[in-house]
């Protein structure tokens, strides 16, 4: 036998000439494979200036000086590379990556066999330092989760609704947005600038799937002019069609739009420069127009801007409450009953003395989000669907207003009435009570208009059977008018009305 069993060492033979070299060529192998340690395993290619000593584990499809040694150990000795075939159960430390690899007769696999587990295991870094909070921590310019033959998850998990899961952004390991499940289990998209301060950019309620945005001021137009979370209608009252000076309301007659007193009269004004609404006593009510099965069984909340002078009670579908007074926005979540499931009515009241308040709002979910601004005319088209008016916008309807509105060519009939087809702006909720108003002369009665003739004479005025909630027909009364001819001229106005 001239060499050993296991690494292949060349014996020194009895009698051997230059025992030296025999003896150098052994030295020098184990020089290269015990405690053996590589510099890289991803080189097919020798380096182009190796250190004396560097050993590497041959790549697949090696060339050059490597080629044929795939696998194989590599030394650079003595000037010239040097080359050893692994036994199975030689470990080797990879330098550049840190870990150990054994042979296994075949291939190089990790110390386990080849699964790689690290199951379990209390820290793991990948380039990276991990520490107690940050138990695995990596340093790359990407990372990779890929599927294994179908679909892939990946999972953030907490113990409950109060904490915390999500993904956080971060410029300077210094946050700048969040999203996930912060605190609670809605889904929130968060944003700050400094890490500290966070501002709530979207909200997605987790039972209703409602997309809010808290810090976002809807208008019209853009992507904002659909989403409109407020049930409320003119919530801050500045459309005022009937012209309501302030003051006194006798209980169901309305003032301001949409808004009436309830179970009594109530006492209410609006500041038209600043927009404060002071709630002197009584109780007014808007009722919130809904299709079945409405809003029974979920949470809505109400909120007030600015509430000052004292509290505010409310009545919601029948849930009272108090709202506290502060500056800002103060809000309250109710419950809607399950047997509420059709229109829903909104009361405010004073709890003692006068109140003060900017806006009111109520929204679907248990968020109180900002006010929303509606653009006036969006507004008024709501308003409309309950009242409208010919007069305009910032005109109280009566008999003796000046501003002229003319109809045209009214068509005649067999009994000497003038009639015309009039469309209401927007359709109304229901087929509305009609009021007629003069606008030529004075002392002139409601119910007519004025009729061209040599001067304005007024004529009765009636509504036909063609009256709908999207227009009527108006027919004027000139039998004793000494009117002939296929047409006329009438002036007036009206006012239709369709309240719940």
């Not at 020098?28 to 182009?48: E, G, K, M, N, S």
């Not at 700048?176 to 499940?181: F, N, T, V």
């Not at 067999?414 to 002392?443: C, D, K, L």
């Amino acid at each position: 036998m001239q060499e050993t069993e296991n690494l292949g060492l060349p014996y020194i033979i009895a009698a051997q000439a230059q025992k030296h070299v025999t003896h150098n060529e052994a030295l020098r192998a184990l020089d290269a494979v015990v405690q053996l340690a590589v510099t890289d395993r991803d080189l097919a290619t020798p380096p182009a200036s190796p250190t004396a000593g560097a050993r590497y584990l041959v790549a697949a499809s090696a060339t050059d000086d490597w080629a044929d040694q795939d696998g194989n150990i590599a030394a650079y000795q003595d000037g010239a590379w040097m080359f050893y075939q692994p036994q199975s159960g030689w470990i080797l430390w990879l330098e550049d990556e840190g870990i150990a690899i054994v042979f296994n007769g075949t291939s190089w696999v990790s110390l386990d066999g080849g699964s790689m587990s690290v199951n379990p295991v209390s820290l793991v870094g990948v380039n990276a330092t991990a520490d107690t909070t940050n138990r695995l921590s990596v340093a790359s310019p990407a990372s990779l989760f890929n599927h294994e033959g179908n679909g892939h998850q990946l999972k953030v998990n907490k113990a409950a609704a109060a904490d915390t899961a999500s993904l956080l952004y971060q410029t300077g390991f210094s946050g700048r947005a969040e999203l996930g499940l912060t605190g609670d289990d809605d889904f929130h998209f968060k944003v700050s600038s400094d890490g500290s301060t966070w501002n709530e950019a979207i909200l997605i309620d987790k039972a209703s799937g409602e997309v809010s945005f808290p810090n976002t001021t809807l208008s019209g137009g853009g992507g904002g002019s659909g989403l409109r979370r407020s049930l409320l209608t003119n919530g801050d009252l500045r459309i005022n069609q009937r012209g309501f000076a302030g003051g006194s309301l006798s209980s169901g007659v309305y003032g301001f739009d949409r808004w009436k007193a309830s179970g009594g009269a109530a006492s209410l004004s609006r500041n038209a420069t600043t927009g404060v609404i002071t709630l002197t006593s009584g109780t007014t009510e808007q009722v919130v127009e809904l299709s079945p099965p409405g809003l029974a069984g979920l949470d809505v909340t109400l909120s007030v801007w600015n509430l000052t002078d004292g509290s505010l009670s409310y009545d919601v579908a029948g849930e009272t409450g108090t709202i506290t007074a502060g500056s800002g926005q103060k809000s309250a979540t109710i419950a809607i009953p399950g047997g509420s499931t059709g229109n829903i009515s909104v009361k405010l009241s004073p709890t003692s003395g006068a109140v003060t308040f900017d806006k009111v709002k109520l929204e679907v979910g248990t968020d109180a989000t900002v006010w929303e601004y509606r653009p006036l005319s969006e507004e008024l088209l709501r308003c409309q669907r309950y009242y409208c008016k010919s007069f305009p916008l910032d005109t109280t309807p009566a008999a003796t207003n000046a501003t002229d509105i003319t109809y045209a060519a009214f068509d005649w009939n067999i009994s000497n009435i003038a009639t015309q087809g009039i469309m209401f702006p927007v359709e109304m909720r229901a087929t509305p009570t009609m009021t007629f108003y003069p606008n030529h002369g004075t002392g002139v009665a409601i119910g007519n208009w004025a009729v061209l003739t040599s001067g304005y004479t007024t004529a009765p005025c009636s509504v036909s059977s063609w009256l709908s909630n999207r227009q009527f027909i108006v027919n004027l009364l000139l039998s004793g008018h000494g009117l002939n001819g296929s047409g006329t001229f009438a002036r007036g106005h009206y006012t239709a009305e369709a309240e719940l």
